[in-house]
């Protein structure tokens, strides 16, 4: 049974930084990597970038995220993390990391790819 959860979240103010975390389990099976996602209120879920399982390479949904955001392991077999920096009120979200089982597509956070989802962490900016 694949259990993949995100811890960290919080309220933080405007300008400060938080670190997120993810841990995925169960994965008995091939998988690519690890993604983080993220969805404001009243808003469709966005991604914000991705891991490699093997490589440890990452690959961000664009250069606003890759400025915002920083995706990192210490090995291979640790929790993965979404580093925030400079953190606005617009960031509020539920952040959430998902499991990569298929490439199907070029775009490294395409939904679809993402078998299993965590349940999500708020991450709350205000001062």
């Known amino acids: 049974q694949v259990q993949v959860v995100e811890s960290g979240g919080g309220l933080v103010q405007p300008g400060g930084s938080l670190r997120l975390s993810c841990t995925a389990a169960?994965?008995?099976?091939?998988?690519?990597?690890i993604g983080w996602f993220r969805q404001a209120p009243g808003l469709a879920r966005e991604g914000i970038g991705f891991?490699?399982?093997?490589?440890?390479?990452?690959?961000y949904a664009n250069a606003y995220m890759k400025n915002r955001f920083s995706i990192s392991r210490d090995h291979a077999k640790s929790p993965v993390y979404l580093d925030m920096h400079n953190v606005e009120p617009e960031d509020t979200a539920v952040y959430y990391c998902a499991v990569r089982t298929s490439w199907n597509h070029l775009d490294p956070v395409d939904m679809s790819d993402y078998a299993y989802w965590g349940q999500g962490t708020q991450v709350t900016v205000s001062s």
């Open positions: 891991i490699d399982k093997s490589t440890g390479g990452t690959s």
């Open positions: 169960g994965l008995t099976f091939n998988y690519h990597g």
